[in-house]
């Protein structure tokens, strides 16, 4: 029990995952429950001159039917990010009703709900309703929204502009470093829509207790306290002390259950309306319809060069697609988590982004696993490799000639980018470097030669990436829109016997917490990790929390619950002292014991913790009990970075893409758990080789989304993907007290790049510098087909 | 993902389905493995009244060796077929080509009678069973008949079946070891089902084609026997020339789908790269 911060324990929680003992919302019965099921519109954009509920009403088993009308006094589910045009207006924040009540604004907006005593029932009386639609124009593509005479998204929205935004050194000094470098290299690319495809779908249940006049909400949520907030003071107008929110386990999120629904409210209010439990989960091909997807920009993107291959300035266009309505943190996702990490890990002089953000006829897009940041590391590192090609440099080369020095963020100072932000400790050179080695580059380039030579086309793809996490100081994002603060909170209890149960506001829904968090409580105690419980997900047992996203958890939640232990600590100390006569700073704690130093006398971390429940020889003026609570707002968001290096092979004859290595050498500070940062790693990478290579969140020009189930949606395969190579650095990170960065986006943010570039390398004989992701096989072989 | 209601009976003989069929006409539906019916239940494109189930008839289950042909039973599943060592030996086109569908749960439920009577046009089967030039064994209210593989698909989603029909074997000719077999499919990324399937079942005598029957899958609405490329073969000396040529000849004269993930000219593309590739394998 030593040392359990950097073991490779395995998961606590994975015996009930893989036996199926897991308990998500839907395996929730409560008794008299009712179940709903929506009417959705299979129109992108149509007006809703009508809803004839009478046959469904009467089919048997109906509870009831309600439609826009029954909820037109009700808000709309807000915005929590708050963006202004460069001009200085607020950004378009139109209604985002709970259920339609003019026109249906995306394929899947509910049109209607059906309640019934069966999900049958329910199902079957939802064809039954009758909607009298009359179809309009829609717009699905970010930048032709934006064009005179577009479909309009919102009719009192011009130009379906959300908002525009700029960041960075003055737009003129970076036109200048552009106009005056020796080489530029330009892009244009669409970053294309993705579906977030968790495991579990959304699924929710409303149950209103009319004696206590209180409510649960039970729902498969990333974010329980800040879907409390904002159902209740937003939506609702409940009391917050009203409501409970349940979210044990959850099957993944990859961000979209970051949001606060339309569906939540809906269960909870109509569960009051009809003194029974109202349960929905969303069919798969739902979830494709309505869950908040990913990326979907286009953008024209500009880097300059000096004659040494020094880069003197990058120019980002970029039209992002809101979808039909802003989602929970929608606008922060292509400004303030996207443009601000185009310094990326060069020292780039000018950069300047623009965005505009853009109301298309889709689902509405928000953050996916990284959230701006696997979009602006898309657009550096297929700008580096490009001007490597295009210079006739090496691409590893030219990394190094315009790394940013190393600095550890504590006796050196922390590196303030062009783009607001501020690094906290890094140290570019060495993953690179590690990658290389790991690679065989050097043979690697003579492989790649013979292989052309026998008409084989092997190419290698490079990605230096980094991320900011930790989201975040809660006066920084304040600040930048944020409607909410970004601290976290834990709440340590040790009871009597010196068993303890953490409270914490993270909220895990597969990243392990039930682990690694327990295994900073039992080193940090010095007691075995079977006598810590993690309990998140409840906001009547969790004091409050923000939630787990931005792989915030443990460089937030995680520094949350040291405060909390290392409160536990003096405390105990102070009994202890009183116990063992002697000065508190004669104490030393380790190993679960606190001895006074120099001497074999000590006294065990549980008969501290009995003590402080039976205060009979107490210190005087100490409370009893041994329990406390922080809140954590970190100093600075963390900073992880890495090397990513793809190796590809493309079928001449067919254009299919074949992955042949993958290597990965991460940064994220200190690690508490190996195993556990391996597999984000992996699974991060494959996230992003599927969007890469397979996946597409596909809308049609009428906006139907072709690819909305897995006959269509191609989500990567263990067979598409090579046995992952990982490595790490480590710079801890200087402003926490665990000194840990992240580990849950860092896979996905490098990976994408990485792999397209190899595949632009493999195809340079043919003159190919950039094709559009997905890089189908049609694709490809129509590229080199010519 | 919930089903219209239906009811269900579980039939214990083939008579017995025959006769629900015919009570019920297109309101009935056969359940064997249930891996393409199901899901188009639970997206209610299909809704039947009655689910007939035959997956617990005895007689539909087994493969048989009746000397010069294997008869294999309707609710044989892929995995079975796949792992047959009858199969493997005396029609091997048939365990290769159901060792490449799906993953091992589908291989491991659905049946090949369900997998050619849903005749969806992607599907790996058909290719297969052309080029085998297996026959279709069939009873229904009109008794027994047999139809060749090569007349049995008929459209998309469409057979040569009556509707009061039931498969109850697929008979396919035992090849000797101088005949050679090869499927090569590239799938479709996200069902894995063939964009292009191509089944090569040639005689050789050393490099020597005696005879070839080379079948397509993916390509257009239905399967199809490829003729031009089967007889290009047949009485050639296979070199890189000849099979060159007979690939070239690939799917010609078919109307080609195209959809979201191949367009029609990358399909023909494919059939031709996917003729030469099963050709080669057949003979590596």
């Known amino acids: 029990m030593t040392k359990m911060i950097g073991k490779s324990v395995k998961r606590v929680e994975d015996k009930r995952f893989i036996t199926g003992k897991g308990q998500y919302t839907d395996d929730i019965i409560l008794p008299n429950m009712t179940y709903a099921q929506f009417v959705r519109s299979p129109y992108a954009h149509a007006k809703v001159l009508g809803v004839d509920t009478s046959e469904a009403l009467a089919h048997p088993g109906v509870v009831a039917v309600y439609t826009g009308a029954d909820f037109a006094e009700i808000n709309g589910v807000p915005c929590g990010w708050q963006v202004d045009f460069k001009n200085g207006d607020t950004m378009k924040e139109p209604k985002h009703p709970l259920i339609v009540v003019d026109k249906a604004r995306h394929a899947g907006d509910a049109v209607a709900i059906v309640i019934a005593e069966s999900r049958e029932a329910a199902r079957d009386a939802a064809d039954l309703v009758d909607v009298d639609y009359e179809e309009l124009e829609a717009v699905v593509d970010p930048k032709k929204a934006a064009e005179e005479g577009a479909p309009l998204v919102h009719d009192d929205v011009p130009n379906n502009i959300c908002f525009d935004w700029e960041l960075g050194n003055p737009k003129e000094e970076v036109d200048a470093a552009i106009a005056a470098a020796s080489h530029v290299t330009t892009l244009e690319f669409a970053n294309q829509r993705v579906a977030p495809n968790a495991i579990e779908p959304r699924s929710y249940i409303g149950d209103y207790d009319s004696t206590n006049d209180k409510y649960t909400l039970y729902t498969s949520t990333q974010n329980p306290h800040l879907i409390r907030l904002l159902m209740c003071a937003f939506v609702l107008g409940i009391p917050e002390h009203k409501v409970r929110i349940v979210s044990k386990d959850v099957g993944g999120g990859f961000g979209s259950k970051i949001f606060h629904y339309t569906e939540e409210a809906l269960v909870t209010y109509i569960s009051k309306q009809l003194g029974r439990p109202v349960k929905w989960t969303a069919e798969r091909s739902e979830a494709f319809l309505t869950d908040a997807h990913g990326r979907d920009h286009v953008s024209k993107a500009e880097m300059g060069f000096d004659a040494e291959g020094k880069i003197t300035g990058l120019r980002i266009k970029t039209y992002a697609s809101m979808g039909g309505y802003l989602s929970t943190f929608a606008p922060a996702v292509p400004t303030y988590l996207h443009g601000t990490l185009l310094q990326g890990v060069y020292t780039t002089p000018k950069i300047h982004i623009d965005v505009v953000a853009t109301f298309t006829h889709t689902s509405a897009v928000d953050a996916y696993r990284g959230a701006g940041r696997p979009e602006a590391t898309y657009l550096l590192e297929r700008l580096m490799d490009t001007a490597a090609l295009e210079m006739e440099m090496d691409p590893a080369e030219l990394r190094f000639k315009n790394f940013i020095p190393a600095f550890n963020g504590i006796d050196e100072p922390g590196y303030a980018t062009n783009v607001a932000l501020q690094y906290d400790s890094g140290n570019y050179a060495p993953v690179l470097e590690r990658a290389l080695e790991m690679t065989g580059y050097k043979d690697f380039r003579k492989e790649q030669a013979e292989a052309r030579a026998n008409g084989k086309l092997l190419g290698i793809g490079f990605s230096t990436y980094i991320e900011a996490c930790g989201i975040a100081p809660s006066a920084v994002v304040g600040a930048l829109g944020a409607r909410a603060g970004l601290f976290e909170v834990s709440q340590v209890r040790v009871h009597p016997t010196g068993k303890v149960s953490v409270f914490t506001g993270a909220h895990s829904h597969g990243q392990g917490h039930e682990t690694t968090f327990a295994q900073v409580v039992a080193d940090k105690f010095g007691i075995p990790m079977e006598d810590v419980d993690i309990v998140h997900g409840d906001s009547d047992t969790v004091a409050f929390g923000m939630g787990t996203y931005g792989s915030r958890s443990l460089a937030v939640g995680g520094s949350a619950l040291v405060k909390s232990i290392e409160k536990i600590i003096d405390k105990g100390t102070k009994i202890a002292a009183h116990k063992l006569e002697a000065a508190e700073e004669d104490l030393e704690f380790a190993e679960g014991k606190w001895t006074v130093k120099g001497t074999d006398k000590s006294i065990g971390f549980a008969d501290i913790s009995l003590t402080a429940y039976v205060p009979h020889d107490y210190p005087a003026g100490l409370e009893p009990g041994l329990d406390f609570s922080s809140f954590y707002d970190p100093a600075n968001f963390t900073y992880p970075f890495g090397a990513h290096i793809a190796i590809v092979e493309v079928d001449k004859d067919t254009g299919k893409v074949s992955l042949k290595r993958f290597i990965a050498v991460d940064d994220v500070g200190n690690v508490i758990n190996p195993m556990i940062v391996d597999g984000q790693i992996h699974g991060g990478v494959v996230q992003g080789i599927g969007q890469a290579l397979l996946e597409h969140a596909f809308y049609d020009e009428d906006g139907q989304l072709v690819t909305g189930s897995y006959m269509d949606y191609a989500m990567p395969r263990a067979d598409d993907v090579p046995m992952i190579e990982t490595d790490r650095t480590t710079t801890p990170c200087p402003h926490n007290p665990l000194g840990v960065k992240g580990a849950g986006e860092a896979g996905a943010i490098g990976s994408t790049p990485a792999v397209v570039n190899a595949v632009m390398d493999a195809l340079a004989p043919y003159g190919i510098k950039n094709l559009s992701m997905p890089l189908t096989s049609e694709s490809v072989w129509r590229a080199m087909k010519g | ?284």
Not at chain 2, 119 to 124: G, N, S
Not at chain 2, 244 to 253: L, V
């Open chain 2, 1 to 284: 993902m919930i089903p219209a209601a239906f009811d269900y009976h579980k039939a214990t003989s083939v008579a017995e389905a025959v006769g629900l069929l015919k009570e019920h006409g297109m309101d009935a539906k056969i359940l064997a493995g249930g891996h393409s019916l199901i899901p188009a239940m639970k997206l209610r494109l299909n809704q039947p009244e009655l689910l007939i189930d035959i997956s617990g008839i005895a007689d539909l289950k087994g493969i048989k060796d009746e000397g010069r042909k294997l008869v294999i039973g309707a609710a044989c599943t892929h995995g079975a077929i796949a792992s047959s060592a009858e199969v493997n030996k005396d029609a091997p086109i048939l365990a290769i080509t159901a060792k490449t569908i799906g993953d091992i749960q589908i291989r491991n439920k659905g049946t090949i009678g369900g997998s050619i009577a849903h005749a969806d046009p992607a599907a790996d089967w058909p290719a297969a069973l052309i080029a085998a030039d297996a026959t279709i064994e069939v009873l229904g209210g009109g008794g027994s008949r047999t139809i060749a593989a090569t007349d049995f698909f008929t459209g998309i989603y469409d057979t040569a079946l009556e509707e009061d029909e039931v498969i109850i074997a697929i008979h396919v000719p035992k090849v000797s070891s101088t005949f050679t077999s090869a499927y090569a499919k590239f799938f479709q990324p996200a069902s894995r089902f063939a964009i292009v399937g191509c089944a090569v079942v040639m005689e050789m005598k050393d490099n020597y084609c005696v005879s070839a029957r080379v079948a397509f899958t993916g390509v257009s609405d239905m399967a199809f026997f490829d003729e031009k490329v089967s007889s290009a073969l047949a009485g050639k000396s296979l070199n890189d020339e000849t099979i060159a040529a007979a690939a070239a000849q690939a799917a010609q004269g078919v109307d080609t789908l195209g959809d979201h993930f191949a367009s029609e000219e990358y399909r023909e593309h494919l059939a031709k790269v996917y003729a030469e590739r099963a050709i080669r394998e057949a003979i590596a």
